[in-house]
């Protein structure tokens, strides 16, 4: 009796960009267009190391510097695979926020705070943008891009943690009320399956290849 094998699912490699100087001192950045410190360079030629016996049949990137210089790094291993720029992949927009240190935010704007600890979903950013609006153009983006490829294909996405957490809280049916337990490290990889409009995550913000790069 031959047994029903489930055909391969489309393999979405989704990276966080290396670290910034305005992550470092935890700035909000949103959309502002920093390069990588030496840090994030760094943790970019660990994720090029990790992944360089990948088959990637294609590299996206948000528009935004850091995570095109991140994406540069991974894709000198694998050039025969194109580096394509997607607005759809880049950062929430903050809006009025954009630019402000984290601390200082927490004080200023203790009621909004206060409301983004509640409920995040629906939340506007003054002037920019809610996570259900940073949800809807990523997974639309992630839909138009999986449907040029073949079941068994490798594609690599490099881009942000508001887009990261809203295509894992996608990916999981969890609600964007809780993005939080999908937490991002700067230079970090997930793993997710795509089988039509299904998914099966396998990593979730591995970061075992900087702890080894940083060693080495």
């Known amino acids: 009796m031959v047994k029903n094998v489930k055909p391969p699912g489309i393999q979405i490699i989704l990276v966080r960009h290396g670290e ?4 470092r001192i935890q700035r909000f950045q949103g959309r502002s267009d920093l390069p990588l410190n030496q840090k994030g360079k760094e943790q970019a030629h660990a994720l090029a190391s990790a992944l360089k016996n990948e088959s990637i049949a294609a590299i996206y990137a948000s528009p ?52 983004w600890e509640k409920n995040p979903a629906h939340l506007k950013m003054p002037g920019g943008e809610c996570l259900q609006e940073v949800q809807h153009r990523a997974v639309d983006t992630l839909e138009r891009i999986s449907q040029q490829y073949e079941p068994g294909s490798a594609l690599l996405i490099c881009t942000h943690n508001f887009v990261i957490v809203s295509l894992l809280c996608h990916a999981s049916k969890t609600s964007l009320n809780q993005f939080r337990e999908w937490k991002q490290d700067t230079g970090a990889l997930n793993v997710l399956y795509k089988y039509g409009k299904h998914f099966q995550i396998v990593k979730v913000n591995d970061n075992q290849h900087l702890k080894s790069y940083m060693k080495s």
């Open 64 to 115: 935004l510097a850091r995570a095109i210089e991140t994406a540069r790094h991974i894709g000198r291993f694998h050039p025969s695979a194109p580096l394509l720029e997607e607005e759809g992949l880049i950062e929430m927009d903050l809006g009025d926020f954009d630019g402000m240190e984290a601390r200082l935010w927490a004080t200023k704007h203790l009621e909004f705070l206060k409301a």
């Open 20 to 23: 910034t100087e305005w992550n």
